[in-house]
Structures are given as structure tokens and as C-alpha cells.
């Protein structure tokens, strides 16, 4: 018996307690070097005319004995040597698994993880096997041997057989284990069956080069007999038939030009678990210095774990056919955590580990056209089809809104116009570019009102007040909303009508119009304004100067009403948004009211003292309740201005879906009124 050396002890250590869930991935590792085997001797065969082989026949073989409990795959390739066999499987000489050892010494106690994220290699078959043997015939030699192990102190290798060149590697399954205190039961006997293999190599290894095959048995109804009569019952018999496992041609390797749009959703549904169609296939291949293949899927509804903690995002990492890693999240940003699909590229080595994958250039690169195919396919899908991109935001929108806010804006170029918002004015999901270019010259900002509902938002004061200056406003209903606006700060819309400050010039560019010139067009930036809070500078210069007068007149008023309110508003004034009602509550400073809202219902709520918005009592000097307002001063009835101050401001607070701080009271003054 020779000993392993002492890195490996730590290796097999490691596979043989490990609590690893997945330790179905062993299939993944064996049959893949076997596929490496096979690829070793077909690439001898291309490169040295003196080697005959068909390559047809080039394949690896998966077989089972129940009984025996027996898993054996086999390979035709190119076989290993008896110093090969001590060298490549005594020792972790080989990169990959020093990798291993180094990340592992760095992160003791933390295997569960290292495990899932490695290329473990052929040691990871003592994680399902007590005993394994290799029964290798180097190509080009005579005879074979077999290298034989459990796993513990050591290994053998002796002089064996084998009818011509390749590797037999023969597990001995372990036994079924119960769940105890300190495991999860394991179904080790799913490995010795055939739905279980064929369930495992489509899973993991569904694209591997060559045929993994199986003998498998089915059943066929037999011949009927040619005397048989009108009662005949057909006979069914069961057969063996070597099957082929895998389906080898990986789909995104195939030019979209030769696949159907039915093939890539076929794929979408059965690999990622869809019972619908995805709303977008997107396939691409990158060459240069960096060459791979993608294939991504737009969901068309939102899985039901999607906003949920335990949510993985992340797209299929795949190397040479072999699929590294189920979930890459650094292949997708946070706020496209929707798309799934997968990532094939002979340049990213099956050993990489997580360690290595943040800090992987080649990684990054990839993720990073990832990331602009993206968002340019939900351009292309927003203008082509906009019922179906609709149903997409509703399902996803969040995510890419919150992408802006949680950037503080960064991502604001890439995203904004990817959203969509209810347009008061169209009643209607539009975008923010269709938002300006609908704009009259005379609009100085984009206008929006926050709430959880869109009739009542529809409803209030001061949006109907900015309504009836023939400027639209954005209805917006996602607690998310109001935070990525002011992550935003502004939005750039570009090639709308060139605006001419100046009279002779824009007279001018009405003549040459006219006389057929192409209108002038410009990039112009707007600054996202709620309705609800800080200036809206609607006021026209006449407007303006009416409030400062009234502002001026009605100084007193003002002043007894602040009074009157102390501790709930910063101010009372003049009104430049209102239309129709009497009074409205806004805000300064960055704290909006249904933020306020927003954040009391968020955990910050349970944490103790929430922030307050500055709140402002705005009255329109036009409205009947402001001439009474202005009589009670005027008579000198203090009670009357301090009772109607306060019920203009409980309603206010009403309207704006807010209760009045002490509803009792509220009730109170109304019956006074009455
Ligand atoms: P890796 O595949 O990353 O090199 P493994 O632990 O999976 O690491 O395998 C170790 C080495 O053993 C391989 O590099 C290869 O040289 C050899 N080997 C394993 N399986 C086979 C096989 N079926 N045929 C030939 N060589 C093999
Ligand atoms: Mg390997």
C-alpha cells in the first residue's frame, strides 16, 4: 500500500465527511475527465496522421450493478500509465486541486461552500463511494493496471487487464444513510439507477462533447401472432437499448439562424423550471481575445421567490461543455437578477473558485456585455412590443427602479428609460422620453405625485393643480418610486424641438421651417419634481407678483396660523399649485410625505423615532375659505383662526391619504363649525 501524500489526506478527508448537499456533482467530475481522456486521444489522432482511430466510436459509458452496488464509467480515451495513475490520482500535482488546497486553507470551517463552487475533481468520488477502483490502459501499451482505494490512508496499483485503451472507474456506492442530528439522509441509491443518471448527466453534463451512454431497458409491445383473434390483449416485452444520455450539441453553440424560436423556449422551460414562454430569448457568441457563448432569457412573469431573501441570482457558468457552476452571480447585476441563462467559454478554467471569480478580469468582461445586451434587448423589446414589455416592467420594473435608487443614481443612464410610469394626463404606462417629448415649450421639470393609489392620487389638489397648467404628471404607486426619482435628480431626454429663448431667434427658425428646413433639435435636462413638495416655480411673473403682495397683506394671518399649528408645519403661504381646493400640505427638504409613509411601514418604523418631513400649509388666496380666513383676522376672532387653521390642515392631511393626528379632535372642530 502507498500512502497519500499529505494534501491529498486533507482532500479525501474533507469528501469522504463532507456535508455537502450536492454531492451528486462526483458524476459531473468523473465523466468530464473522461470526456478530457477522450478529447486527449482525438486530438493525438488529429495531430499524428500514424494514429488511426474513428472517431465515431469515441465515447463514454455509464453502467450499474444494483446488486454489487456498482457504478462504473468508462471511457475509450486515452488511458493512463502505471506511474500515471500513481502521479495523477496519489497526489493533487494537478492545478486544479491545489487551488483547492490553498482557497481551503484560507477558509477553514467553511467547506460546505468550497465544495459547491470548485471543479473538486476525481477525489470527489469518495464522497459517494467507500471504495474506488481504476482499471486504466494507456494508449499505445500492452497491458493495464489498476489503482485501487478507499479513500483513507492509501492506495495500490497492481498489474490488471483490460481489452484495449481507455479507463473503467469503478465506485462502490455507499449505503443509504437516514437523516441524523448531524446529516441530512442520503439517497446514495439513486446513483445505482437509471432515471437517477440519466436525471444527473442532463443536468450537469447535458453538453459534453461526446455520447455518454447508457444500456437501458425499455418495453415494446410484442408481434402479434398472426392467428391471433378479435380478444387479442397486445403482450409487452422488455429490451436493452445502449442509449445516448446527453444531447451533446449545445443549443447556444448552434447560430440562432438555426434554431426555431419553439427550440429556445423548449430549452427555457425545461432548464430553468418555466411553465411559460420566456418573453425574450437573447443568444449572441463573443470573439477576439475572449471568446464565448451566451444565451439568455427574459422571464415573461416573475418567479414566485423573486423578491425573497432566499432568491439566487446568477447565469450558468459553463467550460467546455461542462457546467461549472448552476448560479454565476457575478455574471448579472443586481437589478437584472430576473435573467437566467448561460455562459459558455473555453477561456474560464473548470477549476475556478468563487474567490478567484470576483476578482476574474475575463469574468467581468463578460458580465459587463451581459449587462448592455441586456438592457439593449429591453430597449428593442420595449419598441417592438409594448403590450408584452408592459407585462414585463409590471413583473420586473421594481428591480430596475431600484437598481437606480440603490446606484444613487449611477445606473440612472442605462435604466431610466427602461421604466415606465401612469401618465395622468394620456392615462397610460409611458416613458419618460415620451413624457418630454409631450411637454409644452413652457415646462421647466418633470412632474410626479407619490402614493399607493392611482385614482386618489389622480384626485388630489395639487396635481390637479399642475394638470390645469397643461403639464402632465407621473402617477407613481411603487413605494420605490419617489426614492429612485430622487436618486435621479434629473432625467436628460434627447432630440426634442430646439427651444428658443430668444424671440428673433425662434421667429427665425419658424421661417426656415417653413421654408422646409429640418426643425433644430436638442438634448435638454429636466429635474424630477413631486408635485407635493419643495418649488415647483409654476407661478407665472404676474402670479408671482400677486403672492408676494398677498404674502405681504395677509402677513398677520399668516403668522397666527403658524401659531396656531406650531410643531406641524415650518410654514404657511401662498399657494402657486393649487386649482380648486382650499389648502394643500407639502414638503421641503428631501423627506416627502408618502416617503414618510413609506419609511413607516419599512422596519426603520419598529427601530423608534422616524424622521418627520418640514411641512408647509399652502392656501389658495383664491378660494372662499380664504376670505373667511381673511373676515376672522380682520373681526379680530383669534379661536376662529386658530380652529380653521387647524382644520384646513387635518384635511389636507385627509387628502393626502394621511390621518389627522388626533381624529377626536378633528371630529370635534367640525361640529363646532356645523
Ligand atoms: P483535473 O481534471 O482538474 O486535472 P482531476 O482530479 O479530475 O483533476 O483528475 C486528475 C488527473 O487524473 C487528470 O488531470 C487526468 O490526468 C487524470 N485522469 C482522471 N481521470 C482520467 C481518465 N478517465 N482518463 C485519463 N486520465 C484521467
Ligand atoms: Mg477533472
Same mark, same amino acid.
Given at each position: 500500500?502507498?500512502?497519500?501524500?499529505?494534501?491529498?489526506?486533507?482532500?479525501?478527508?474533507?469528501?469522504?465527511?463532507?456535508?455537502?448537499?450536492?454531492?451528486?456533482?462526483?458524476?459531473?467530475?468523473?465523466?468530464?475527465?473522461?470526456?478530457?481522456?477522450?478529447?486527449?486521444?482525438?486530438?493525438?489522432?488529429?495531430?499524428?496522421?500514424?494514429?488511426?482511430?474513428?472517431?465515431?466510436?469515441?465515447?463514454?459509458?455509464?453502467?450499474?450493478?444494483?446488486?454489487?452496488?456498482?457504478?462504473?464509467?468508462?471511457?475509450?480515451?486515452?488511458?493512463?500509465?502505471?506511474?500515471?495513475?500513481?502521479?495523477?490520482?496519489?497526489?493533487?500535482?494537478?492545478?486544479?486541486?491545489?487551488?483547492?488546497?490553498?482557497?481551503?486553507?484560507?477558509?477553514?470551517?467553511?467547506?460546505?461552500?468550497?465544495?459547491?463552487?470548485?471543479?473538486?475533481?476525481?477525489?470527489?468520488?469518495?464522497?459517494?463511494?467507500?471504495?474506488?477502483?481504476?482499471?486504466?490502459?494507456?494508449?499505445?501499451?500492452?497491458?493495464?493496471?489498476?489503482?485501487?482505494?478507499?479513500?483513507?490512508?492509501?492506495?495500490?496499483?497492481?498489474?490488471?487487464?483490460?481489452?484495449?485503451?481507455?479507463?473503467?472507474?469503478?465506485?462502490?456506492?455507499?449505503?443509504?444513510?437516514?437523516?441524523?442530528?448531524?446529516?441530512?439522509?442520503?439517497?446514495?441509491?439513486?446513483?445505482?439507477?437509471?432515471?437517477?443518471?440519466?436525471?444527473?448527466?442532463?443536468?450537469?453534463?447535458?453538453?459534453?462533447?461526446?455520447?455518454?451512454?447508457?444500456?437501458?431497458?425499455?418495453?415494446?409491445?410484442?408481434?402479434?401472432?398472426?392467428?391471433?383473434?378479435?380478444?387479442?390483449?397486445?403482450?409487452?416485452?422488455?429490451?436493452?437499448?445502449?442509449?445516448?444520455?446527453?444531447?451533446?450539441?449545445?443549443?447556444?453553440?448552434?447560430?440562432?439562424?438555426?434554431?426555431?424560436?419553439?427550440?429556445?423556449?423548449?430549452?427555457?422551460?425545461?432548464?430553468?423550471?418555466?411553465?411559460?414562454?420566456?418573453?425574450?430569448?437573447?443568444?449572441?457568441?463573443?470573439?477576439?481575445?475572449?471568446?464565448?457563448?451566451?444565451?439568455?432569457?427574459?422571464?415573461?412573469?416573475?418567479?414566485?421567490?423573486?423578491?425573497?431573501?432566499?432568491?439566487?441570482?446568477?447565469?450558468?457558468?459553463?467550460?467546455?461543455?461542462?457546467?461549472?457552476?448552476?448560479?454565476?452571480?457575478?455574471?448579472?447585476?443586481?437589478?437584472?437578477?430576473?435573467?437566467?441563462?448561460?455562459?459558455?467559454?473555453?477561456?474560464?478554467?473548470?477549476?475556478?473558485?468563487?474567490?478567484?471569480?470576483?476578482?476574474?478580469?475575463?469574468?467581468?468582461?463578460?458580465?459587463?456585455?451581459?449587462?448592455?445586451?441586456?438592457?439593449?434587448?429591453?430597449?428593442?423589446?420595449?419598441?417592438?412590443?409594448?403590450?408584452?414589455?408592459?407585462?414585463?416592467?409590471?413583473?420586473?420594473?421594481?428591480?430596475?427602479?431600484?437598481?437606480?435608487?440603490?446606484?444613487?443614481?449611477?445606473?440612472?443612464?442605462?435604466?431610466?428609460?427602461?421604466?415606465?410610469?401612469?401618465?395622468?394626463?394620456?392615462?397610460?404606462?409611458?416613458?419618460?422620453?415620451?413624457?418630454?417629448?409631450?411637454?409644452?415649450?413652457?415646462?421647466?421639470?418633470?412632474?410626479?405625485?407619490?402614493?399607493?393609489?392611482?385614482?386618489?392620487?389622480?384626485?388630489?389638489?395639487?396635481?390637479?393643480?399642475?394638470?390645469?397648467?397643461?403639464?402632465?404628471?407621473?402617477?407613481?404607486?411603487?413605494?420605490?418610486?419617489?426614492?429612485?426619482?430622487?436618486?435621479?435628480?434629473?432625467?436628460?431626454?434627447?432630440?426634442?424641438?430646439?427651444?428658443?429663448?430668444?424671440?428673433?431667434?425662434?421667429?427665425?427658425?419658424?421661417?426656415?421651417?417653413?421654408?422646409?428646413?429640418?426643425?433644430?433639435?436638442?438634448?435638454?435636462?429636466?429635474?424630477?419634481?413631486?408635485?407635493?413638495?419643495?418649488?415647483?416655480?409654476?407661478?407665472?411673473?404676474?402670479?408671482?407678483?400677486?403672492?408676494? #403682495?398677498?404674502?405681504? !397683506?395677509? =402677513?398677520?394671518?399668516? *403668522?397666527?396660523?403658524? +401659531? $396656531?399649528? /406650531? &410643531?406641524?408645519?415650518? %410654514?404657511?403661504?401662498?399657494?402657486?399649485?393649487?386649482?380648486?381646493?382650499?389648502?394643500?400640505?407639502?414638503?421641503?427638504? #428631501?423627506?416627502?410625505? !408618502?416617503? =414618510?409613509?413609506?419609511? *413607516?411601514?419599512?422596519? +426603520? $418604523?419598529? /427601530? &423608534?423615532?422616524?424622521? %418627520?418631513?418640514?411641512?408647509?400649509?399652502?392656501?389658495?388666496?383664491?378660494?372662499?375659505?380664504?376670505?373667511?380666513?381673511? #373676515?376672522?383676522?380682520?373681526?379680530?376672532?383669534?379661536?376662529?383662526?386658530?380652529?380653521?387653521?387647524?382644520?384646513?390642515?387635518?384635511?389636507?392631511?385627509?387628502?393626502?391619504?394621511?390621518?389627522?393626528?388626533?381624529?377626536?379632535?378633528?371630529?370635534?372642530?367640525?361640529?363646532?363649525?356645523?
Amino acid at each position: 500500500m502507498r500512502a497519500f501524500k499529505t494534501e491529498s489526506k486533507k482532500l479525501l478527508n474533507l469528501m469522504i465527511n463532507s456535508i455537502y448537499t450536492n454531492k451528486e456533482i462526483f458524476l459531473r467530475e468523473l465523466i468530464s475527465n473522461a470526456s478530457d481522456a477522450v478529447d486527449k486521444l482525438n486530438f493525438k489522432a488529429l495531430t499524428d496522421s500514424s494514429i488511426q482511430i474513428n472517431p465515431d466510436d469515441l465515447a463514454v459509458r455509464l453502467s450499474f450493478d444494483k446488486d454489487a452496488r456498482t457504478l462504473t464509467i468508462s471511457d475509450n480515451g486515452i488511458g493512463m500509465t502505471a506511474e500515471e495513475l500513481e502521479q495523477n490520482l496519489g497526489t493533487i500535482a494537478h492545478s486544479g486541486s491545489q487551488e483547492f488546497k490553498q482557497e481551503h486553507a484560507e477558509h477553514q470551517g467553511d467547506d460546505v461552500d468550497i465544495i459547491g463552487q470548485f471543479g473538486v475533481g476525481f477525489y470527489s468520488a469518495f464522497m459517494v463511494a467507500s471504495q474506488v477502483r481504476v482499471v486504466s490502459r494507456a494508449f499505445g501499451e500492452d497491458s493495464a493496471h489498476v489503482w485501487e482505494s478507499d479513500g483513507l490512508e492509501g492506495y495500490t496499483i497492481e498489474d490488471a487487464s483490460r481489452e484495449s485503451h481507455g479507463t473503467d472507474v469503478i465506485l462502490t456506492i455507499r449505503e443509504n444513510e437516514d437523516a441524523t442530528d448531524s446529516g441530512l439522509s442520503e439517497r446514495f441509491d439513486t446513483y445505482l439507477s437509471e432515471w437517477g443518471l440519466r436525471d444527473l448527466v442532463q443536468r450537469y453534463s447535458n453538453y459534453v462533447r461526446y455520447p455518454i451512454q447508457m444500456m437501458v431497458t425499455k418495453s415494446r409491445e410484442k408481434e402479434r401472432p398472426a392467428d391471433a383473434g378479435d380478444d387479442y390483449q397486445p403482450e409487452y416485452e422488455d429490451y436493452q437499448e445502449l442509449e445516448t444520455l446527453n444531447s451533446m450539441t449545445p443549443i447556444w453553440k448552434k447560430r440562432s439562424s438555426d434554431v426555431s424560436e419553439e427550440e429556445y423556449n423548449e430549452f427555457y422551460k425545461a432548464s430553468f423550471h418555466d411553465w411559460e414562454n420566456p418573453a425574450r430569448s437573447i443568444s449572441f457568441h463573443a470573439e477576439g481575445s475572449l471568446e464565448y457563448d451566451a444565451l439568455l432569457y427574459i422571464p415573461a412573469k416573475a418567479p414566485f421567490d423573486l423578491y425573497s431573501r432566499d432568491y439566487q441570482k446568477g447565469l450558468a457558468l459553463y467550460s467546455s461543455n461542462v457546467m461549472i457552476m448552476e448560479k454565476c452571480a457575478e455574471l448579472l447585476p443586481d437589478y437584472f437578477n430576473f435573467v437566467r441563462g448561460i455562459v459558455d467559454s473555453a477561456d474560464v478554467s473548470l477549476n475556478i473558485s468563487r474567490e478567484t471569480l470576483q476578482h476574474d478580469r475575463q469574468l467581468r468582461a463578460i458580465a459587463s456585455r451581459v449587462e448592455k445586451k441586456i438592457a439593449s434587448e429591453l430597449v428593442s423589446l420595449r419598441d417592438e412590443n409594448r403590450e408584452l414589455y408592459e407585462q414585463f416592467f409590471e413583473n420586473f420594473g421594481r428591480g430596475l427602479k431600484f437598481g437606480i435608487y440603490q446606484s444613487y443614481g449611477a445606473k440612472a443612464a442605462d435604466l431610466a428609460d427602461l421604466l415606465l410610469f401612469w401618465s395622468a394626463q394620456q392615462e397610460k404606462m409611458i416613458t419618460l422620453a415620451e413624457y418630454a417629448a409631450a411637454m409644452p415649450d413652457t415646462q421647466k421639470a418633470i412632474y410626479y405625485a407619490a402614493g399607493d393609489n392611482r385614482e386618489r392620487l389622480a384626485k388630489m389638489p395639487v396635481v390637479k393643480g399642475v394638470l390645469a397648467r397643461g403639464y402632465d404628471v407621473l402617477l407613481c404607486t411603487a413605494d420605490v418610486d419617489e426614492f429612485t426619482f430622487q436618486a435621479m435628480r434629473n432625467y436628460q431626454a434627447h432630440g426634442l424641438p430646439k427651444v428658443y429663448e430668444d424671440a428673433a431667434a425662434a421667429e427665425a427658425a419658424r421661417k426656415a421651417q417653413a421654408d422646409g428646413a429640418e426643425p433644430e433639435l436638442e438634448d435638454r435636462t429636466f429635474e424630477l419634481k413631486n408635485v407635493a413638495s419643495g418649488d415647483l416655480d409654476l407661478a407665472t411673473e404676474d402670479e408671482k407678483k400677486d403672492a408676494e #403682495a398677498a404674502t405681504k !397683506e395677509h =402677513e398677520n394671518l399668516f *403668522a397666527a396660523m403658524k +401659531e $396656531a399649528l /406650531a &410643531g406641524k408645519v415650518e %410654514r404657511v403661504s401662498v399657494s402657486a399649485r393649487l386649482a380648486e381646493a382650499p389648502a394643500c400640505i407639502t414638503t421641503e427638504g #428631501a423627506l416627502s410625505l !408618502e416617503m =414618510e409613509k413609506v419609511l *413607516a411601514r419599512g422596519p +426603520e $418604523a419598529d /427601530a &423608534g423615532e422616524l424622521p %418627520r418631513s418640514q411641512r408647509v400649509l399652502e392656501l389658495n388666496t383664491k378660494h372662499a375659505v380664504f376670505d373667511k380666513l381673511v #373676515a376672522a383676522q380682520a373681526a379680530g376672532d383669534a379661536e376662529r383662526v386658530q380652529l380653521m387653521a387647524e382644520l384646513l390642515y387635518d384635511q389636507a392631511l385627509l387628502v393626502e391619504g394621511m390621518l389627522p393626528e388626533d381624529p377626536v379632535a378633528f371630529a370635534q372642530r367640525v361640529c363646532e363649525l356645523m
